[in-house]
């Protein structure tokens, strides 16, 4: 058999999903018939020797029954209080230590459309010559929620966020909720961050983005990215009709047979 990728894989999945308007928190709501952690948990299988779920008490036992059903290994952390991804992210940082992994994939929970072929372009632009700090694939267009602000070299420079209050594009450079660090860039570097960032004034949460342009600036060359293709993969479901889209999105590529991915 063949041992499994050294990268382990961390989902914060602690949110009420409220705006979703379930009666189950937002990472075990239905999508086109299975908990949507459990598609997030069937897309990384055998990419990753184990995923960490960053959950809300009591969530323990339905996240892992999912994760038994899409065949990949799980710990639960909890998260007793929403005090932002930053700190969702920091909390496996024990199960980090413990596992050793060579490289820490995050992804949202709700990232649910995001293709095998992304996947294997995350994996090609940390193997592609020296492993940089942070990878991850962006997409442009338009009315932006999140805009990655480029320098004149074109490496990443800043950050825009539509829900703390910034000022945004027309058109702009989003993330697609998929990012891959290096073991140090996720002990020691994001650690080192968020020793010194406390949390932004709109919504009283310790961001995890900022963290991006924070390491460019310090360790230029850090970050990597690459262009993803299918805009529908970087949407997040947080509204019935995000489901809807994401549902019809689901079962066009289930009907088409094929996949059209992001390449760096």
Same mark, same amino acid.
């Given at each position: 058999m063949t041992a499994a990728p050294a990268r382990l894989l961390i989902v914060p999945a602690a949110g009420l999903g409220t705006r979703l308007g379930g009666a189950v928190p937002k990472a075990l709501a239905m999508v086109a018939g299975k908990p949507m952690i459990q598609r997030v948990f069937e897309l990384h299988r055998g990419r990753v020797a184990l995923a960490v779920a $960053? $959950?809300?008490?009591g969530m323990e036992a339905g996240v892992e029954? $999912?994760?038994h059903e899409a065949g990949i290994p799980v710990r639960c952390v909890r998260q007793e209080r929403p005090t932002g991804m930053l700190d969702a992210i920091l909390l496996a940082a024990g199960e980090v230590r413990r596992a050793d992994p060579a490289s820490v994939w995050i992804t949202w929970c709700d990232q649910v459309a995001v293709r095998a072929e992304t996947l294997d372009a995350l994996e090609r632009a940390c193997a592609d010559g020296e492993?940089?700090?942070v990878a991850f694939p962006t997409l442009v267009g338009?009315?932006?929620y999140?805009?990655?602000e480029r320098d004149p070299a074109g490496r990443v420079a800043g950050l825009r966020q539509r829900r703390e209050g910034d000022v945004m594009p027309e058109v702009g450079e989003s993330d697609a909720g998929l990012f891959a660090l290096s073991r140090r860039a996720y002990l020691e570097h994001l650690a080192e961050f968020a020793a010194g960032v406390g949390a932004r004034?709109?919504?009283g949460e310790r961001n995890f983005l900022p963290f991006i342009p924070w390491l460019e600036?310090? $360790?230029p060359g850090a970050v990597r990215t690459f262009p993803c293709r299918e805009g529908m993969e970087a949407l997040g479901v947080n509204t019935p009709e995000d489901l809807a889209r994401v549902e019809a999105y689901l079962a066009s590529?289930?009907?088409a047979g094929g996949e059209a991915g992001c390449a760096p």
């Open positions: $960053v $959950v809300r008490p029954a $999912v994760a492993e940089p700090c338009p009315r932006p999140i805009h990655f004034g709109a919504t600036a310090r $360790v590529r289930s009907a």
